[in-house]
């Protein structure tokens, strides 16, 4: 079967850093993606990351170890806008599989 | 353009009504995809088209008929729906198969009543 498992909810403080992990175990693997998506609104691409090592993009920086099927989000300086649900997925076989998402609470 | 158009935006049906959701891409992607999401959940997969042929069904039930018509159009047909059928239903297209991420549209919040 395929899965991919994150933390259900992470609380940090505006200003700071916070990381959010997403381990998988699917077939056909291609790369680790990850999606933000505020209440009432899409999912938005945030990052993929076909090879291992960090790929950074502005605040966020994203990383893979295929090795320990092991991903992860990094939030660098929060803002109160960056309250949102994250979700990582896992490309493969023409389909993404969705985690079941991060809520992340941010406290002023 | 860079974006994936959903319309309407908002539907309201009946369960022996009749409708379609139209999705839309001019970004010259060949892969599309239906997605369906529930409050507080991931979305779903329903249907993949490759190069406007369906590849992927997962086994959704028949009362949701996808269509291609073209490479920038898909339709996703709704006939006897049920409540529980109620959610975000999200159209994304992807550039290649296996590289990058979806682009989204905003997605059709679809009410059965």
């Known amino acids: 079967g395929q899965s991919l498992e994150q933390p259900s909810e992470v609380t940090a403080v505006e200003g700071a850093i916070v990381q959010i992990n997403c381990t998988y175990q699917?077939?056909?693997?291609?790369?680790l993606s990850w999606y933000q998506q505020h209440d009432g609104g899409a999912p938005t691409f945030l990052s993929y990351?076909?090879?291992?090592g960090l790929e950074e993009t502005g605040r966020f920086s994203s990383f893979l170890s295929r090795s320990d099927s092991y991903g992860y989000l990094l939030l660098q300086e929060l803002q109160m806008k960056d309250s949102a649900s994250y979700f990582c997925?896992?490309?493969?076989?023409?389909?993404?599989?969705f985690g079941k998402g991060t809520r992340l609470h941010i406290l002023p | 353009d860079t974006e994936v158009t959903q319309t309407p935006k908002h539907l309201v049906m009946g369960m022996t009504n009749k409708k379609s959701l139209k999705c839309e891409q001019h970004?010259?992607?060949?892969?599309m995809y239906w997605y369906k999401q529930k409050a507080k959940k991931p979305p779903e997969l329903m249907f993949v088209?490759?190069?406007?042929?369906?590849?992927i069904n997962e086994s959704v039930p028949s009362r949701f008929s996808p269509e291609c018509p073209n490479s920038s159009l898909l339709n996703l047909h709704l006939h006897a729906l049920q409540p529980e059928d109620s959610a975000l239903y999200l159209c994304?297209?992807?550039?290649?198969?296996?590289?990058?991420?979806?682009?989204f549209g905003s997605g059709t919040r679809l009410t059965v009543v």
């Open positions: 994304a297209s992807r550039p290649e198969l296996t590289r990058y991420g979806y682009t």
């Open positions: 699917t077939s056909g693997f291609y790369g």
């Open positions: 990351n076909a090879l291992d």
């Open positions: 997925a896992s490309l493969g076989d023409d389909k993404i599989i």
């Open positions: 970004m010259g992607h060949r892969a």
């Open positions: 088209y490759s190069y406007e042929k369906l590849s």
